[in-house]
């Protein structure tokens, strides 16, 4: 995916794996049920001495059989931690600087959408508000994704109406969630339907109106 050189400045890629070793691995939205224990483990029917089968014992539910993503890896691009300042990814990529990250197409940029409102992002009436060139990036990705999910920080707060008039223009869906919790769903929805569908944008947890430099 190429970025328009306009765009760089509130866009930049990061990149798909982290030099050096990778960190532990703290995944936000990995769902393991636990293993069966003994009692619930299929029980064998056993033969008496008559050559009659013994009746059949009660067999407990395999609860692992049913989590059918639990085999399947999450993608690169995937929030391991939620940090104050930033995030670290599934590939070992942080980002640490206060910048919020854009997850689309299996890549990920930096993002700073308080780049045009004075490092603001709540207006006077409380919603959260950017300026539509927060999304431009979007508007270059093409087949595009069908949902993108908005983390906009320690809490949620509704949308401008000009902010998700931006969006829906785009032809995608919006979820606006905390960031711990959008995260967590991208996560999930990202290994259930791929990076192709759904997309994140998020803003770290200690962000702050005002306190930006």
Do not use: Y
């Amino acid at each position: 995916m190429s970025v328009h050189p306009a765009l760089r400045a509130a866009f930049r890629r990061l990149p798909a794996v982290a030099r050096g070793p990778a960190p532990t691995v703290f995944h936000t939205a990995r769902f393991h049920t636990s293993p069966p224990t003994q009692n619930m483990r299929r029980q064998t029917v056993q033969h008496n001495s008559s050559g009659k089968d013994s009746a059949a014992t009660s067999r407990g539910t395999d609860f692992s059989s049913l989590d059918i993503f639990g085999d399947t890896p999450a993608p690169s691009t995937s929030v391991d931690m939620c940090m104050s300042n930033g995030f670290r990814l599934n590939n070992g990529v942080q980002v640490s600087n206060g910048d919020g990250i854009l997850l689309v197409g299996g890549e990920a940029f930096s993002w700073r959408p308080w780049t045009h409102r004075e490092k603001r992002l709540v207006n006077a009436k409380g919603q959260w508000e950017v300026d539509s060139s927060a999304f431009e990036l979007l508007g270059l990705v093409w087949p595009r994704p069908d949902l993108l999910i908005l983390g906009l920080g320690p809490e949620i707060r509704p949308l401008s109406p000009e902010t998700r008039r931006c969006i829906t223009a785009l032809g995608m869906r919006v979820e606006v969630l905390d960031t711990r919790n959008a995260a967590s769903q991208f996560n999930l929805l990202a290994t259930e339907r791929g990076v192709d569908d759904v997309a994140a944008a998020l803003i770290p947890i200690g962000w702050k109106d005002e306190v930006r430099k």
